[in-house]
């Protein structure tokens, strides 16, 4: 009787941002940044999470856009949503003279948990679909605009959620503990960047190809998981 479209992939994005702002108030309870402040770092956060999701969206899909950036169809990388909250961070930090460990210390827990729900979203949409595969757990989309239709997928967005909530509930059971520190958010950089460049084989558009963009960033990220282990140490 209702011809109804529920927007899945943008409620879920919604609840990500949602879960983001719960999850760091919590948090930042432990350290020295007042209310305040932290509401303004989300709301440098956000602005970088958005500007920066839709401007790698649209430099890896260029060709197929030509060139043209609307910044209202485009849709969200995940990379470029870390990258640009942590550069937005990191700029609020410079600019007020605040201490860059609490920061991560306070926000990193949260990236795994909106990542984990935004690729529920994706899963319900059918976009970033998986390789076709007919085993267990197999998926077929009759509706998805991004999914091919009546062929048997991997579920590699819910595979994605599992693996990223796993991060997730590590760094929350590390703030429980009070042993949040350096090493945690190192190992977090890695388990992030090594699970994205896993799991980016079993995903259809990485089909012909040898290292995608988000496997090149996903090395960065362990790189860079590396050093903070590695700084954590000396």
Do not use: W
Request: aromatic content about 14%; overall charge positive; proline content about 2%.
């Amino acid at each position: 009787m209702f011809d109804i479209i529920i927007p899945f992939y943008s409620i879920m994005i919604l609840l990500s941002l949602i879960a983001n702002i719960i999850v760091v108030m919590i948090i930042s309870k432990k350290y020295s940044f007042t209310r305040k402040e932290i509401i303004c770092l989300l709301l440098y956060e956000n602005v970088g999470i958005i500007g920066g999701a839709k401007i790698l969206t649209f430099l890896q899909n260029n060709k197929e856009l030509n060139g043209q950036f609307n910044f209202v169809s485009l849709g969200l990388s995940s990379y470029g949503a870390v990258i640009g909250a942590l550069l937005f961070l990191t700029l609020f930090i410079l600019q007020f003279k605040k201490s860059l460990e609490e920061m991560l210390y306070i926000f990193m827990p949260s990236i795994p948990l909106m990542y984990g729900i935004g690729k529920i979203g994706c899963f319900l949409a059918g976009c970033c679909f998986g390789i076709e595969y007919n085993g267990f757990g197999s998926i077929v989309y009759n509706y998805s605009k991004s999914a091919p239709e009546h062929t048997h997928l991997f579920p590699v967005q819910i595979i994605e959620t599992i693996f990223f909530f796993v991060i997730f509930a590590y760094m929350i059971i590390k703030h429980k503990k009070n042993e949040f520190d350096l090493k945690t958010a190192g190992i977090s950089f890695i388990s992030c960047g090594f699970s994205k460049f896993i799991l980016e084989f079993f995903r259809a558009s990485h089909i012909d190809k040898i290292l995608s963009l988000t496997q090149t960033i996903s090395i960065l990220f362990i790189l860079i998981g590396i050093g903070i282990v590695i700084r954590d140490k000396i």
